[in-house]
């Protein structure tokens, strides 16, 4: 069984479209999170929530809006893709406190 | 100053040698530390925590400098299957920051 899940693991789109991606956890952790790499390998956080409830909201677009149906899932949706926004987005789950962390294998999208 | 620091290498070595990685932060209040893993092309995974006392696993130690803030990773007798990027990771109750990551190459 895989602990973290996204999917899809490849997106390749048009610039303006909106996509989704899917991230599950079969961990049973409290805290949720989306990650952004870039081209420049730069691991960034984008959200975190715990228990379904935003924790933290780094300056990221309002293009992007996290949405956390129940604990095992958080889903990352993406209105009007822009070229910048291509990288990897890796989902991450731990439990609350701990602050370890275990990582999906990351969505790569490439915005064209 | 960035709030983590370190080196992006790349660190070339031997088989068989001993390499060691610095990470510093800016956050005196940062209260937990990591290292994590990342393949080429894959995920980071959980290396291990850092602690004051320090800690070990098999050829990995850890060590956790508060005073001069900056936590530090030895890999001794290295090998082929370390080569990896390895990403240090600070965090304070607010926030999670990664470093940009030490890029290893083992040589045979």
């Known amino acids: 069984d895989t602990a973290v899940s996204q999917t899809p693991k490849y997106l390749v789109t048009q610039m303006g479209n909106d996509k989704s991606i899917k991230c599950e956890q079969n961990l049973g952790h409290d805290t949720m999170y989306w990650y952004k790499q870039d081209s420049k390998k730069f691991l960034k956080i984008m959200f975190s929530y715990n228990n379904k409830e935003l924790i933290i909201n780094e300056t990221v677009p309002n293009r992007f809006s996290p949405k956390s149906p129940d604990k095992a899932h958080l889903n990352l949706h993406i209105n009007s893709l822009e070229l910048g926004d291509s990288a990897v987005y890796f989902c991450?789950?731990?439990?609350?406190?701990?602050?370890?962390?275990?990582f999906g294998p990351g969505t790569r999208l490439t915005v064209l | 100053r960035k709030e983590v620091e370190q080196d992006p290498g790349p660190f070339n070595v031997p088989e068989g040698a001993t390499v060691a990685f610095n990470c510093t932060y800016s956050n005196s209040a940062s209260q937990s530390f990591f290292w994590y893993r990342q393949d080429c092309r894959k995920e980071p995974k959980l290396l291990m925590s850092?602690?004051?006392s320090g800690n070990e696993d098999g050829r990995f130690t850890a060590q956790l400098n508060r005073a001069s803030q900056y936590i530090s990773l030895l890999i001794r007798d290295s090998k082929l299957s370390d080569s990896a990027t390895y990403l240090c990771?600070?965090?304070?109750?607010?926030?999670?920051?990664f470093g940009i990551g030490t890029k290893l190459q083992v040589i045979p």
């Open positions: 850092v602690y004051s």
């Open positions: 990771v600070v965090n304070t109750l607010q926030k999670v920051t």
């Open positions: 991450a789950t731990g439990p609350t406190g701990a602050r370890e962390q275990f």
